[in-house]
């Protein structure tokens, strides 16, 4: 499966089964995309692969850790390192041709949503961050009925 950045000059390719989805409705991510909230998942590093473009990244990085990398030229948000064994991907990027069964089954930092904001209440739904993120990946990367 592949992905682009708007202007395509970062491209990647994500290798075999598409994780499970999550939104994060935390205030960094909503700037960071603009939105009510953002749509991502994580796989491992040995499932993703970049194609081109990664000189043209850019990285801001607030003091707690948050960390926001986009395309320079676009201003999109790119796929970025979670801890060393695992990639952050912002899956808006992910081409819809490549299309597979997984969809959004998890959504974090509903405390700090938009009041605007009506998140489905059906999901596996956190306060806030995970507290064991292993454990939240590894529901991730669960098969899906
Ligand atoms: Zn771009
Ligand atoms: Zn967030």
């Given at each position: 499966?592949?992905?682009?950045?708007?202007?395509?000059?970062?491209?990647?390719?994500?290798?075999?089964?598409?994780?499970?989805?999550?939104?994060?409705?935390?205030?960094?991510?909503?700037?960071q995309g603009?939105?009510?909230?953002n749509?991502?998942?994580?796989?491992?590093?040995?499932?993703?692969?970049?194609?081109?473009?990664?000189?043209?990244?850019?990285?801001?990085?607030?003091?707690?850790?948050?960390?926001a990398h986009f395309?320079?030229?676009?201003?999109s948000p790119v796929?970025?390192?979670?801890?060393?064994?695992?990639?952050?991907?912002p899956?808006?990027l992910?081409?819809?041709?490549?299309?597979?069964?997984?969809?959004?089954?998890?959504?974090?930092?509903?405390?700090?949503?938009?009041?605007?904001?009506?998140?489905?209440?059906?999901?596996?739904?956190?306060?806030?961050?995970?507290?064991?993120?292993?454990?939240?990946?590894?529901?991730?990367?669960?098969?899906?009925?």
């Amino acid at each position: 499966m592949e992905g682009r950045c708007n202007c395509g000059a970062v491209r990647f390719i994500i290798h075999g089964q598409l994780p499970a989805m999550y939104q994060c409705h935390c205030t960094l991510c909503r700037r960071q995309g603009g939105a009510g909230s953002n749509a991502a998942t994580i796989v491992e590093l040995e499932a993703f692969s970049w194609k081109q473009g990664q000189e043209a990244i850019n990285t801001w990085t607030k003091a707690s850790g948050f960390n926001a990398h986009f395309c320079s030229n676009c201003g999109s948000p790119v796929p970025n390192p979670l801890g060393d064994r695992y990639m952050w991907i912002p899956v808006g990027l992910l081409e819809e041709s490549d299309r597979g069964d997984t969809r959004i089954v998890a959504q974090l930092w509903l405390d700090a949503k938009a009041h605007w904001d009506q998140p489905p209440e059906s999901l596996r739904n956190y306060p806030a961050m995970p507290e064991d993120l292993e454990e939240f990946i590894h529901f991730l990367h669960q098969p899906q009925d």
